[in-house]
């Protein structure tokens, strides 16, 4: 056993929001070590190459949510990060009808939805407004570290305090609003607001994707406002691409931690947390090096962390049992597609196809059908007809099929398809992948005929891959359910939402932590917080 | 010329009529009016079929607070409880039996489960004390979070102090609690599918909720609340039925002075300057009061009792988005003889409790996909009794009644209505209970079925929801039934809401009618003073 210098703090995994954590840390001076499992950072942000010429986002397509002022203050644009932003956000590709696009603008927005509907039309600017004052509040509750309701720890009075004057910056309507519609189910809170099944739909998606919740469950409705939330989504959400994919955005802060002075290790897997006297002293790699630090944080998922890397003996009986039950098993798969040429989609004929294609595309026809794709799931099998949502990012980045004409490729297209559930009741992933990828072939056949004729490579990420590759416990891409159980105060777990795990020295930075998961930076940004407050403390 | 009351309250429900006691009580000159020609509401007992006397809706009693029943002394006015013993859960090739006695339910249990008898002495514990730490919310007014008035939030705060004194694991709990779904509450705990899913079964009662819809949870817990002598999650059987209960409040509240009608259906409610005046029955006769209290849900009080108009637009969206979508019916048998269940055949003392057809967590949720889907459970999960048992007088000589609560039968159906569909309910419903006791259909002298339609005939309850509006998390404390509107006040000066659409919500607790007479009291007591 080797034992090698001294590092202030030792950030595990080289995802976005460990990248984000790092970075802090080693501005404000801490010598700081990530340790990246992976031969290149970033997580589930990663762009690869499909065939020779053509790279297409691997996991996440879009990196909206990523809070601006982290992007400032890290000065990503000078590691040359560059965001595209279409004018369509969304379309919701139909069989029974025209497609439904909501746009960046709200009067076009509109102005298009009363053609299908007068009243809904007329109430989406309102709704849009709503969104973003609801979402506001949520976004500044984002940035605070959760006062801890289990018992008066310092700095508790002071966060409560600010949660008080977020929520009476609201006016009263807001106010009740909030109250009511943040455990509601996102299908009773659109259904309050619009008559258009369709567009209930497309947006209760945001709702419920990633997640093993319906759009029936309780507290959806949170889950969506919390995806507008800290972006300028409002009602239609966010649609924004990482010039290059998201890949780009990974190097981008892995520059920037360097620059700030940390240093970046791939290919070094942590296999154990270090502690002494209830104190985490440091980590071991899987080969062997045992590596000393004042203190680690972990961007892994909390079950990670407390079950496979602290000693059980000293994590006890109860936190085992209690992490054992965090509920963190993904439904969501992912296939990519090269494409030899734009397929053409039914309900989508007009001259400004192309247009309405560069937003985030939706098979989700109706909330009953997300209801039935998401109740196979609680059986254990995947859906019969899983829902969809798609992008086609060649068409803003032509950059992306720049060397495929070889390959005869001129776009790549990014799905992600729900439900397809983690443990497969009667089925293993080994043999089910292929059926999945079937179904969704089925499912884009129908919205787009003749799309399978087009695919000259494709690619299949199962929940059982995201746990491989990626490191995720179930391949739960938010690190963990983000229903009201594992929410704010309690999430990951009562007494343990300020960042600081059981073991003393220990932090959570990662998607596990609050504000919960998304491409937001904000939980390693608050995890940084921590971290310097209680390094000055001592 | 008019007669004036202090109070007129509309609906003969028991809460209702435990509000007139109450209002009696504190001197006020009291009147109810029940539209129908007996009292209770969904706690009533009527002579269904000759001879067969039934708790036509409501059929256990559990949660009535016991601050009521010494108040109102319901003893002395004929209230009677006979305990109901255990609960038996039939599968095909084998059974689950948990009874009063622990340890013959721990051996049995031990028999499905080492670990899971382990831990179910552990999760009782548990529940005991988290609903002894929410008991308290059954007994306060919502805090208004906009205009806190002290006098409110100090039960709030205590509550909140209580809570950071609470061990860690129980802090946990009572979050969970709030926010899980009952099977992945239970799920934590437990591994045999039987007793998971018989348990999960009181988070679903009444809510258009399945086992595994988040917020179920809760309403596990606000079953576990029910307190009688003192012993949590007690069962019981009122004699002659829930309507006993009824007449019992009724017999107090007259004792105290208060009046009371049958037969009075009340047309509209009274307003003039925005104050509730009394109310218009529908033969036309006026009748006036210093207050109206309306134990009618949120959508009958504001939307049909109220000339349309009348209410702030903001408020009346918010009565409008109530949500009230009934999902429970109620088949009602009379029987020649006991039903024989293959996996214990014979009369037994496993008739005497709850029978649940709750095989699994799957079945449960299986039926709670057809409901999502507009159609009612082709397998439902059926809560049985056999009153009878305990009761012997609800039926002649040798023969019994059941009383079978389902779940569920969504208000509103896909396909077709429930006056085409009623019977084949009926029929889903029998078979069933024959797959596990093949010779109930031979017994069968008469069957009643009560769709969520014949209970919003009957009962007058909005959709058939039997708690007067879902217990769903945006529903509960300062959200029932609206934002700012939890205090049973109304927008309507004197127009008061003391039914279960006001807070804590349903069941046979009378807790809203309570609470609601002991504010106006207290409200009156400051106009004097």
Same mark, same amino acid.
């Given at each position: 056993?080797? *034992?090698t210098a001294?590092?202030?703090?030792?950030?595990?995994?080289?995802?976005h929001?460990a990248?984000?954590?790092?970075?802090?840390?080693?501005?404000?001076?801490?010598? *700081?070590?990530?340790?990246?499992?992976r031969?290149?950072v970033?997580?589930?942000? %990663? *762009?690869?190459?499909?065939?020779?010429?053509?790279?297409?986002?691997?996991?996440?397509?879009?990196?909206?949510?990523?809070?601006?002022?982290?992007?400032?203050?890290?000065?990503?644009?000078?590691?040359?990060?560059?965001?595209?932003q279409?004018?369509?956000?969304?379309?919701?590709?139909?069989?029974?009808?025209?497609a439904?696009?909501?746009?960046?603008?709200?009067t076009?927005?509109?102005?298009?939805?009363?053609?299908?509907?007068?009243?809904?039309?007329?109430?989406?600017?309102?709704?849009?407004?709503?969104?973003?004052?609801?979402?506001?509040?949520?976004?500044?509750?984002?940035?605070?570290?959760?006062?801890?309701?289990?018992?008066?720890?310092p700095?508790?009075?002071?966060?409560?305090?600010?949660?008080?004057?977020?929520l009476?910056?609201?006016?009263?309507?807001?106010?009740?609003?909030?109250?009511r519609?943040?455990?509601?189910?996102?299908?009773?809170?659109?259904?309050?607001?619009?008559? *258009?099944?369709?567009?209930? %739909? /497309?947006? %209760?998606?945001?709702?419920?994707?990633?997640?093993?919740?319906?759009?029936?469950?309780?507290?959806?409705?949170?889950?969506?406002?919390?995806?507008?939330?800290?972006?300028?989504g409002?009602?239609?959400?966010?649609?924004?691409?990482?010039?290059?994919?998201?890949?780009?955005?990974?190097?981008?802060?892995?520059?920037?931690?360097r620059?700030?002075?940390?240093?970046?290790?791939?290919?070094?897997q &942590?296999?154990?947390?270090?502690?002494?006297?209830g104190?985490?002293?440091?980590?071991?790699?899987?080969?062997?090096?045992?590596?000393?630090?004042?203190?680690?944080?972990?961007?892994?998922?909390?079950?990670?962390?407390?079950?496979?890397?602290?000693?059980?003996?000293?994590?006890?009986?109860r936190?085992g049992?209690q992490?054992?039950n965090?509920?963190?098993?993904?439904?969501?798969?992912?296939?990519?597609?090269?494409?030899?040429?734009?397929?053409?989609?039914?309900?989508?004929?007009?001259?400004? %196809?192309?247009?309405?294609?560069?937003?985030?595309?939706?098979?989700?026809?109706?909330?009953?059908?997300?209801?039935?794709?998401?109740?196979?799931?609680?059986?254990g099998?995947?859906?019969?007809?899983?829902?969809l949502?798609?992008?086609?990012?060649?068409l803003?980045?032509?950059?992306?099929?720049?060397?495929?004409?070889?390959?005869?490729?001129?776009h790549?297209?990014s799905v992600?398809?729900?439900?397809?559930p983690r443990?497969?009741?009667?089925?293993?992933?080994?043999?089910?992948?292929?059926?999945?990828?079937?179904?969704? /072939?089925? &499912?884009?056949?129908?919205?787009?005929?003749?799309?399978?004729?087009?695919?000259?490579a494709?690619? /299949?990420?199962?929940?059982?891959?995201?746990?491989?590759?990626?490191g995720?416990?179930?391949?739960?891409?938010?690190?963990?359910?983000?229903?009201?159980?594992?929410?704010?105060?309690?999430?990951?777990?009562l007494?343990?939402?300020?960042?600081? /795990?059981?073991?003393?020295?220990?932090?959570?930075?990662?998607?596990?932590?609050?504000?919960?998961g998304? &491409?937001?930076?904000?939980?390693?940004?608050?995890?940084?917080?921590?971290?310097?407050?209680?390094?000055?403390?001592? | 010329?008019?007669?004036?009351?202090?109070?007129?309250?509309?609906?003969?429900?028991?809460?209702?009529?435990?509000?007139?006691?109450?209002l009696?009580?504190?001197?006020?000159?009291?009147?109810?009016?029940?539209?129908?020609?007996?009292?209770?509401?969904?706690?009533?007992?009527?002579?269904?079929f000759p001879?067969?006397?039934?708790s036509?809706?409501?059929?256990?009693?559990?949660?009535?607070r016991?601050?009521?029943?010494?108040?109102?002394?319901?003893p002395?006015?004929?209230?009677?409880?006979?305990?109901?013993?255990?609960?038996?859960?039939?599968?095909?090739?084998?059974?689950?039996?948990?009874?009063?006695?622990?340890a013959?339910?721990?051996?049995?249990?031990?028999?499905?489960?080492?670990?899971?008898?382990?831990?179910?002495?552990?999760?009782?514990?548990?529940?005991?004390?988290? +609903?002894?730490?929410?008991?308290?919310?059954?007994?306060?007014?919502?805090?208004d979070?906009?205009r806190?008035d002290?006098?409110?939030?100090?039960?709030?705060g205590?509550? !909140?102090?209580?809570?950071?004194?609470?061990?860690?694991?129980?802090?946990?709990?009572?979050?969970?609690?709030?926010?899980?779904?009952?099977a992945?509450?239970?799920?934590?705990?437990?591994?045999?599918?039987?007793?998971k899913?018989?348990?999960?079964?009181?988070?679903?009662?009444?809510?258009?909720?399945?086992?595994?819809?988040?917020?179920?949870?809760?309403v596990? !817990?606000?079953?576990?609340?029910?307190?009688?002598?003192?012993?949590?999650?007690a069962?019981?059987?009122?004699?002659?039925?829930t309507?006993?209960?009824?007449? +019992?409040i009724?017999?107090?509240?007259?004792?105290?002075?208060?009046?009371?009608?049958?037969?009075?259906?009340?047309?509209?409610?009274?307003?003039?300057?925005?104050?509730?005046?009394?109310v218009?029955?529908?033969?036309?006769?006026?009748?006036?009061?210093?207050?109206?209290?309306?134990?009618?849900?949120?959508?009958?009080?504001?939307?049909?009792l109220?000339?349309?108009?009348?209410?702030?637009?903001?408020?009346?969206?918010?009565?409008?988005?109530?949500?009230?979508?009934?999902?429970s019916?109620?088949?009602?048998?009379?029987?020649?003889?006991l #039903?024989?269940?293959?996996?214990? #055949?014979?009369?037994?003392?496993h008739?005497?409790?709850?029978?649940?057809?709750?095989?699994?967590?799957?079945?449960m949720?299986?039926?709670?996909?057809?409901?999502?889907?507009?159609?009612?459970?082709?397998? #439902?999960?059926?809560?049985?009794?056999?009153?009878?048992?305990?009761?012997?007088?609800?039926?002649?000589?040798?023969?019994?009644?059941?009383?079978c609560?389902?779940?569920?039968?969504?208000?509103?159906?896909?396909?077709?209505?429930?006056d085409?569909?009623?019977?084949?309910?009926?029929?889903a419903?029998?078979?069933t209970?024959?797959?596990?006791?093949?010779?109930?259909?031979?017994?069968?002298?008469?069957?009643q079925?009560?769709?969520?339609?014949?209970?919003?005939?009957?009962?007058? !309850?909005t959709?058939g929801?039997?708690?007067?509006?879902?217990?769903?998390?945006?529903?509960?404390?300062?959200?029932?039934?609206?934002?700012?509107?939890?205090?049973?006040?109304?927008?309507?000066?004197?127009?008061?809401?003391?039914?279960?659409?006001?807070?804590?919500g349903?069941?046979?607790?009378?807790? #809203?009618?309570?609470? +609601?007479? !002991?504010?106006?009291?207290?409200?009156?007591?400051?106009? +004097?003073?």
């Amino acid at each position: 056993m080797t *034992t090698t210098a001294t590092w202030d703090a030792i950030v595990l995994g080289g995802g976005h929001n460990a990248l984000v954590c790092a970075t802090y840390l080693a501005r404000s001076g801490l010598s *700081t070590l990530v340790v990246e499992q992976r031969p290149s950072v970033g997580g589930a942000l %990663a *762009t690869a190459e499909i065939v020779p010429g053509a790279r297409i986002p691997v996991y996440a397509h879009t990196v909206g949510r990523l809070r601006g002022s982290i992007a400032r203050e890290l000065g990503l644009a000078a590691d040359g990060l560059r965001l595209v932003q279409p004018a369509a956000r969304v379309t919701s590709l139909r069989t029974d009808g025209p497609a439904i696009t909501l746009w960046g603008d709200t009067t076009r927005t509109a102005s298009e939805l009363a053609i299908v509907s007068r009243a809904d039309g007329a109430a989406w600017p309102a709704f849009d407004a709503e969104v973003r004052t609801l979402s506001g509040v949520l976004s500044r509750l984002m940035t605070i570290t959760p006062p801890d309701p289990s018992g008066a720890a310092p700095g508790d009075v002071l966060s409560a305090l600010r949660l008080g004057m977020h929520l009476r910056g609201l006016d009263e309507a807001h106010g009740r609003a909030l109250l009511r519609v943040l455990p509601q189910s996102v299908a009773d809170f659109l259904e309050d607001r619009f008559e *258009t099944d369709a567009l209930r %739909a /497309m947006l %209760a998606v945001r709702g419920i994707r990633y997640s093993s919740m319906g759009p029936h469950s309780a507290g959806t409705t949170q889950v969506l406002l919390a995806d507008s939330a800290g972006n300028d989504g409002g009602a239609a959400g966010e649609t924004v691409y990482a010039r290059g994919g998201p890949g780009a955005l990974a190097s981008a802060l892995a520059s920037a931690a360097r620059r700030a002075g940390a240093e970046i290790r791939t290919g070094s897997q &942590v296999v154990a947390v270090r502690s002494a006297g209830g104190r985490a002293t440091g980590i071991a790699l899987a080969s062997g090096e045992e590596l000393t630090a004042a203190v680690v944080v972990s961007g892994l998922d909390p079950r990670q962390t407390l079950l496979d890397l602290v000693d059980p003996e000293v994590l006890g009986p109860r936190l085992g049992w209690q992490a054992g039950n965090l509920r963190q098993s993904g439904v969501t798969a992912k296939v990519s597609l090269a494409l030899s040429e734009l397929p053409r989609f039914s309900g989508l004929t007009g001259d400004d %196809a192309a247009v309405r294609l560069r937003g985030r595309l939706l098979v989700a026809p109706s909330v009953r059908y997300l209801d039935v794709a998401h109740d196979a799931a609680k059986y254990g099998r995947m859906s019969d007809q899983p829902w969809l949502e798609a992008t086609i990012p060649s068409l803003t980045d032509p950059l992306l099929v720049d060397g495929a004409a070889a390959s005869g490729v001129r776009h790549v297209m990014s799905v992600l398809v729900q439900s397809a559930p983690r443990q497969l009741r009667d089925d293993s992933w080994d043999t089910a992948r292929d059926t999945l990828l079937a179904r969704t /072939m089925a &499912v884009l056949e129908s919205v787009a005929p003749g799309i399978g004729a087009l695919v000259v490579a494709r690619q /299949m990420h199962t929940p059982a891959d995201m746990e491989r590759d990626l490191g995720m416990t179930g391949g739960h891409p938010l690190h963990g359910e983000p229903s009201l159980d594992q929410w704010f105060a309690w999430r990951p777990m009562l007494g343990y939402a300020r960042y600081r /795990m059981p073991l003393e020295g220990l932090y959570l930075c990662g998607s596990g932590a609050h504000p919960g998961g998304g &491409v937001t930076g904000v939980p390693g940004r608050n995890a940084a917080r921590e971290v310097i407050a209680d390094r000055k403390r001592s | 010329m008019p007669q004036r009351y202090d109070a007129v309250i509309i609906g003969g429900g028991h809460n209702g009529l435990v509000s007139a006691a109450y209002l009696a009580r504190g001197g006020l000159k009291t009147l109810v009016l029940e539209r129908r020609h007996v009292l209770g509401g969904a706690a009533v007992t009527e002579e269904v079929f000759p001879g067969f006397r039934f708790s036509v809706a409501s059929y256990v009693v559990s949660l009535l607070r016991p601050e009521i029943i010494r108040d109102l002394q319901l003893p002395r006015h004929g209230l009677r409880i006979l305990p109901l013993d255990g609960t038996f859960t039939p599968l095909d090739d084998d059974y689950l039996w948990r009874t009063d006695d622990h340890a013959q339910t721990m051996r049995e249990i031990r028999r499905w489960s080492a670990q899971d008898a382990e831990a179910y002495s552990e999760y009782g514990l548990l529940m005991v004390e988290m +609903a002894r730490f929410i008991k308290p919310i059954l007994g306060i007014t919502p805090v208004d979070p906009r205009r806190p008035d002290p006098r409110d939030a100090m039960p709030l705060g205590s509550l !909140l102090r209580d809570f950071s004194k609470l061990p860690r694991r129980q802090q946990t709990a009572f979050v969970q609690l709030m926010t899980m779904s009952a099977a992945d509450f239970l799920d934590q705990w437990f591994e045999t599918a039987p007793l998971k899913a018989t348990m999960s079964a009181s988070g679903i009662i009444g809510t258009y909720q399945g086992v595994r819809s988040p917020g179920t949870a809760y309403v596990l !817990l606000h079953h576990y609340m029910g307190e009688i002598d003192g012993a949590f999650r007690a069962w019981v059987i009122p004699r002659g039925g829930t309507g006993g209960v009824s007449e +019992a409040i009724a017999s107090s509240a007259r004792s105290f002075g208060a009046e009371i009608r049958t037969e009075a259906p009340v047309d509209h409610i009274t307003i003039r300057d925005g104050r509730a005046t009394g109310v218009v029955l529908e033969s036309g006769e006026e009748i006036s009061a210093a207050a109206v209290l309306a134990s009618t849900d949120a959508k009958v009080t504001f939307l049909d009792l109220i000339e349309s108009g009348t209410l702030e637009p903001d408020f009346e969206a918010s009565i409008r988005q109530f949500r009230f979508r009934g999902s429970s019916g109620k088949v009602n048998l009379a029987l020649d003889g006991l #039903p024989d269940f293959t996996i214990m #055949p014979g009369p037994g003392e496993h008739l005497r409790g709850a029978i649940s057809f709750s095989p699994s967590l799957d079945y449960m949720e299986q039926a709670y996909d057809d409901a999502k889907g507009g159609r009612f459970s082709q397998r #439902p999960y059926v809560d049985m009794v056999i009153p009878t048992l305990v009761d012997p007088r609800m039926a002649p000589p040798g023969k019994h009644i059941v009383s079978c609560f389902v779940q569920y039968a969504p208000y509103k159906l896909a396909e077709g209505t429930w006056d085409d569909q009623r019977e084949a309910f009926g029929d889903a419903v029998v078979d069933t209970l024959a797959e596990r006791a093949p010779n109930i259909r031979s017994l069968i002298l008469h069957r009643q079925v009560l769709t969520p339609l014949d209970i919003e005939r009957t009962m007058g !309850l909005t959709e058939g929801n039997i708690f007067q509006g879902e217990l769903s998390l945006e529903q509960l404390f300062v959200n029932r039934p609206a934002p700012g509107w939890a205090r049973f006040r109304t927008p309507i000066n004197d127009l008061w809401l003391c039914g279960s659409s006001a807070h804590p919500g349903g069941g046979i607790m009378g807790a #809203p009618g309570r609470i +609601a007479a !002991l504010e106006l009291l207290r409200q009156k007591g400051g106009e +004097a003073a």
